[in-house]
T-cell receptor, first 111, second 116 residues
Framework: QQPVQSPQAVILREGEDAVINCSSSKALYSVHWYRQKHGEAPVFLMILLKGGEQKGHEKISASFNEKKQQSSLYLTASQLSYSGTYFCGTSTPAAGNKLTFGGGTRVLVKP | DAGVIQSPRHEVTEMGQEVTLRCKPISGHDYLFWYRQTMMRGLELLIYFNNNVPIDDSGMPEDRFSAKMPNASFSTLKIQPSEPRDSAVYFC??????????????FGNGTRLTVT
């Protein structure tokens, strides 16, 4: 079952912060985050495994709350290069650990 | 490392024609995935292979779709006959692990298919 991402879109000024959420109705094994720029392929950002860990990539970090079956991606002091569509991908033991992607969150960072 | 290579980048065909999409994964990656991306349904997993063997094809929409991986460095996704609703961007991705575990997916640049 597809995870649910929110918000669907966000517009930021350079330097502002944003949070993208990813929720699942099923117990999760891992959460992946990818960024896709228009006309390009999704690019891997980070993986979080169950255990509530946090990770970072540039000034982008994420957390994973296993109990709540959700993950959040934090864009801190956003840069123009952060613009794109962010996808979370989730895996569950029941689904054989296949990666299922959410509908995406469009992020536009303006000067 | 050349990354995942897909061909063609763009394909325009008429309804009823056969379409073949090609993918060369990153050398040494044991897993290969075919995804389809549309505005309506987002990124959908169609099928994935482990060591050239199809593991899960439950995402393949209908019998018109078939995928093969004759060796570790080549995979094809075939649509026969094609229909306008097959229009989408098709991505191939490879991974050293199953992807659902702690292995990232490396995506190719995709094939944009338009069926008229």
């Amino acid at each position: 079952q597809q995870p649910v991402q929110s918000p669907q879109a966000v517009i930021l000024r350079e330097g502002e912060d944003a949070v993208i959420n990813c929720s699942s109705s099923k117990a999760l094994y891992s959460v992946h985050w990818y960024r896709q720029k228009h006309g390009e392929a999704p690019v891997f950002l980070m993986i979080l495994l169950k255990g509530g860990e946090q990770k970072g990539h540039e000034k982008i970090s994420a957390s994973f709350n296993e109990k709540k079956q959700q993950s959040s991606l934090y864009l801190t002091a956003s840069q123009l290069s952060y613009s794109g569509t962010y996808f979370c991908g989730t895996s569950t033991p029941a689904a054989g650990n296949k990666l299922t992607f959410g509908g995406g969150t469009r992020v536009l960072v303006k000067p | 490392d050349a990354g995942v290579i897909q061909s063609p980048r763009h394909e325009v065909t008429e309804m009823g024609q056969e379409v073949t999409l090609r993918c060369k994964p990153i050398s040494g990656h044991d897993y290969l995935f075919w995804y389809r991306q549309t505005m309506m349904r987002g990124l959908e997993l169609l099928i994935y292979f482990n060591n050239n063997v199809p593991i899960d094809d439950s995402g393949m929409p209908e019998d018109r779709f078939s995928a093969k991986m004759p060796n570790a460095s080549f995979s094809t996704l075939k649509i026969q006959p094609s229909e306008p609703r097959d229009s989408a961007v098709y991505f191939c991705a490879s991974s050293p692990g199953q992807g659902g575990n702690n292995s990232p997916l490396h995506f190719g640049n995709g094939t944009r298919l338009t069926v008229t």
